[in-house]
Structures are given as structure tokens and as C-alpha cells.
């Protein structure tokens, strides 16, 4: 089988390609930031000791972890539809589901980064009279924030990764453009070999921006 590559060109990828682009950088921004959001609600939930918060938080959590994300993402697409009484789109359902589903693992993130900071910090806190909530805001969570940093940008690496899985529902993402610019063409194998090189390449070079951010946080530590 040979191999022809040229086809490949600033058109294509115009046409094709970056409007994929564009989507799966959107859906892992958002998914991220709302992720996050909740992720650090449920976290709080977790750890403030009130059993009728801790349950619903800690089941939410354990749930979504368990459950492979391809088939959250049916679920959402199919089942919301059907609650609501009209179609959602399969974007708009892409950024529920992945905000939805990241913030179960945001959440244990971010639990560890609370707990990582000393129990001193928060009684000092309250010794200046803060309440909870001032302690947690002012003091807690910007350190927590800071000590996990890495690990939410590898998360958010994963999750850029996740969303080439968009294309059960038929939204159309990075990989979904490669795959309409391969039938265009004729050329699927080629262009299925592109869309692996510019993952690897997006990947690689996040994960070692993560790294050297990492060896920074270290230093200032």
C-alpha cells in the first residue's frame, strides 16, 4: 500500500481540520473551568465532616469514576432529549457531559491539594477570625490551588485527549475533521496517521510545559 501525503494542504486543513480544532480547544477550556468549579464544590463537600454532604458528594465521585466516559456521553446525548422535550445538539451535550464527568475527577484533585495544606494554616485562620469560608477562600484553597497545578494541567491533558470520544455522538472535533478530510480524499489511513502525529505533538509539548511548571512550583516551595 503506498502512502500518498499530498493532498494534504493549508486548504484542507482550513476547510477540514480547523474547525475541529477550534471545537475540541473550546470543549476542553470549559470542561476544564467548569470541571474545576465543581470539582472544587463536591471537594469542600467531601471534607467538611456533614454526613448529608459528604454522601451525595462522595456517590457523585465514586459514580462517575467507575463508568466509562464513551458511555456517559450516550447517556447524556440520549437520555437529556428526552427529559427536557427537545433536542440538545451534540456539542452542547459534549460540554455538559465532559463538565459533569471531570469535575468527579477535579474534585479528587483538588480534595489532595486541601489536604496537602498543614492543619496550622487553618487554625491561624480562625485565630484571626476568619469563619470557614474566609479560611477556605483566603487561605486553603490558593495554596491548595497552587500545590496541585501540575496535576490539574495533566488532567486537563487527559482530557483533551477524552475528546476525540465525541464522535460517538457525532460532534464534530479534531478527529472528526481528519476523518471527513479522509473521505473526501479517499485517503483515511493518511489522514487517521496525521491526526496521531498533531495529537502527539499538542500532547507531548503540554506535558512538558506541565513538567517545567512543575520544577518551578518546586523551587518556590
Known sequence: ???????????????????????????????????????????LMRLSGKRWLVMPAAFYVNT?????LV???LWFF??????????????????????????????EIMRAGIQ?????????????????GQTMQLVV?????????????????????DTSLVYAIGAYDLLKGFEVAGKNFNRPVETYLVATVVYFVICFSLSMTVRRLQQKIQIIR
Do not use: C, H
Open 141 to 161: 484553597l490558593p495554596q491548595a490551588f497552587r500545590n496541585m497545578l501540575p496535576v490539574l494541567l495533566t488532567q486537563t491533558i487527559i482530557l483533551f485527549q
Open 1 to 43: 500500500m503506498n502512502l500518498d501525503f499530498s493532498f494534504f494542504s493549508w486548504a484542507v486543513a482550513s476547510s477540514f481540520i480547523a474547525k475541529g480544532l477550534i471545537f475540541s480547544i473550546q470543549l476542553t477550556l470549559i470542561a476544564m473551568l467548569g470541571g474545576i468549579a465543581l470539582g472544587t464544590v463536591l471537594a
Open 64 to 68: 462517575l469514576r467507575s463508568i466509562p
Open 116 to 132: 496537602s495544606v498543614p492543619k496550622g494554616q487553618v487554625y491561624a485562620g480562625y485565630a484571626v477570625g476568619m469563619s470557614y
Open 78 to 107: 440520549l437520555l437529556i432529549p428526552l427529559l427536557i422535550g427537545r433536542p440538545m445538539g451534540a456539542e452542547l451535550s459534549a460540554i455538559i457531559t465532559f463538565t459533569v464527568f471531570e469535575a468527579a475527577y477535579y474534585s
Open 71 to 73: 458511555m456517559v456521553i
